[in-house]
């Protein structure tokens, strides 16, 4: 089952951008539809974004215009791109990954984004 590590998080001023990255291990994320989601302090996790292959993306409507998910499974990783930050954008961000077709599932530890001025 493929390990996942997320980095980039980090204080963002309102109105900035965040790009985020995932690295996978222990696998390979050819056979694995990944994404993002996030958990904001006092509220459930809530999904932002999901990247099969390379041409069906799902966009939470929290994120349209906003988010965009890519990956480079050459190099392995996952990317979140996220702009036009504002203050309850600050949250722990995840980066998930499950093998097409089951349920089986991987998540990474999480990186804090916070946006504050």
């Known amino acids: 089952q493929v390990q996942l590590v997320e980095s980039g998080g980090g204080l963002v001023q309102p109105g900035g951008s965040l790009k985020l990255s995932c690295a996978a291990s222990?696998?390979?994320?050819?056979?694995?539809?990944v994404g993002w989601s996030r958990r904001i302090p006092g509220k459930e996790r809530e999904l932002i974004a999901t990247?099969?292959?390379?041409?069906?993306?799902h966009c939470a409507q929290v994120a349209k215009g906003r988010a965009t998910i890519t990956r480079d499974n050459a190099k392995n990783m996952v990317f979140l791109q996220m702009n036009n930050l504002g203050p309850e954008d600050s949250a722990n961000y995840y980066c998930?990954?499950?093998?097409?077709?089951?349920?089986?599932?991987?998540w990474g530890p999480g990186t804090q984004v916070t946006v504050s001025s």
């Open positions: 222990g696998d390979s994320l050819d056979r694995y539809e």
């Open positions: 990247l099969r292959a390379f041409h069906f993306e």
């Open positions: 998930h990954a499950k093998v097409i077709g089951t349920s089986v599932s991987s």
